[in-house]
């Protein structure tokens, strides 16, 4: 549903070399994709600190000067060509709910890796499925990733089952290789080529800025 309803909205091009500067707004059924802002960092610290949304992911900013820090942070690497974080805000929100992020690993930005966490109250409503379908194609596209993994601890059975939904190929095993609370854990290494990806699957999108 959510897919057939982005799939109405026009298709905007944006310049390529534009993201450094500032990222586009995207929008998809329900929700819009955006740079991060300074006042995203009280909503993000209450949403993402819980402990069932980092139970599988690398332990975020502590305090809301914490995510400060961090979106500070996110908008120097864009700028330099290194990362891009989408902010994740539903309509009729303000703020942040979650984020999309995706840092190279290969000049160019040829090869990719990313990943995303999103508050506990939006888990199951399908805002992640849409918003990811839409930073999938918009970095596939404009961004012009041709490789991009993510992994995942294999305990963390939605994580990866969102990635299976997306159209990412199981490719193996990573073992012990993600350090959590002392403890090093095995993870699933997914990837998705741009060969692979089909436009007429994803959710079409349009820029606003």
Not at 146 to 157: F, P
Request: aromatic share 10%; net charge neutral; glycine share 8%.
């Amino acid at each position: 549903m959510a897919t057939q309803l982005a799939a109405s909205i026009a298709f905007v091009t944006t310049n390529a070399v534009d993201w450094r500067r500032r990222l586009p707004v995207l929008h998809t059924a329900g929700a819009t994709l955006r740079e991060l802002r300074p006042s995203d960092a009280v909503s993000l610290m209450s949403l993402l600190t819980t402990a069932e949304v980092t139970r599988f992911i690398s332990p975020p900013p502590t305090t809301v000067e914490g995510f400060e820090r961090f979106i500070a942070w996110t908008l120097h690497e864009q700028a330099c060509g290194r990362y891009i974080c989408f902010g994740i805000v539903p309509d009729g929100f303000d703020h942040a709910v979650g984020i999309i992020q995706v840092r190279q690993l290969e000049a160019e930005f040829r090869t990719a890796e990313w990943g995303f966490a999103i508050g506990r109250e939006f888990w199951g409503t399908g805002l992640f499925h849409a918003t990811a379908l839409t930073a999938l194609q918009f970095v596939f596209e404009h961004v012009g990733v041709h490789r991009l993994e993510a992994r995942a601890v294999i305990a963390n059975g939605r994580g990866n089952a969102a990635l299976r939904k997306l159209g990412a190929t199981c490719e193996g095993l990573l073992r012990k290789s993600f350090l959590r609370e002392g403890e090093y854990l095995d993870q699933v290494l997914w990837a998705i080529a741009a060969d692979d990806w089909s436009v007429a699957r994803a959710p079409a999108y349009v820029s606003i800025h």
